[in-house]
């Protein structure tokens, strides 16, 4: 999904910083996502975006989930990366 790969790219180039969580990196629209209706722009879609993950309304409970999906598709990207350059290092 493009909208994973655009807000997975802060996990990899680490830019994240130590807690390593999306919802803190203030250069993408990530946060908005995870937002309420009325606090978020107008004009962001997160329909599409939740609903890609099964998730059908746009409620905290759901944001919440979202945000987990990709908290641990960070982890992941960390884990692989580390293999890839420990593969590299043998």
Request: charged letters at 40%.
């Given at each position: 999904m493009?909208?994973?790969?655009?807000?997975?790219n802060?996990?990899?180039?680490r830019l994240?910083?130590?807690d390593g969580r999306?919802?803190g990196y203030?250069?993408?629209?990530?946060?908005?996502?995870?937002?309420?209706?009325?606090?978020?722009?107008?004009w962001?879609?997160?329909?599409?975006l939740?609903?890609e993950?099964?998730?059908?309304?746009d409620?905290?409970?759901g944001?919440?989930e979202?945000?987990?999906?990709?908290?641990e598709r960070c982890r992941?990207?960390?884990?692989?990366?580390e293999?890839?350059?420990?593969d590299?290092?043998?």
């Amino acid at each position: 999904m493009v909208c994973d790969y655009v807000h997975l790219n802060p996990a990899r180039a680490r830019l994240l910083g130590k807690d390593g969580r999306l919802e803190g990196y203030r250069w993408s629209s990530f946060p908005q996502y995870l937002s309420s209706p009325g606090k978020r722009a107008q004009w962001l879609r997160v329909d599409r975006l939740l609903g890609e993950y099964g998730i059908w309304k746009d409620e905290a409970r759901g944001r919440r989930e979202f945000a987990e999906i990709m908290d641990e598709r960070c982890r992941k990207e960390n884990r692989d990366e580390e293999k890839l350059w420990k593969d590299i290092r043998r």
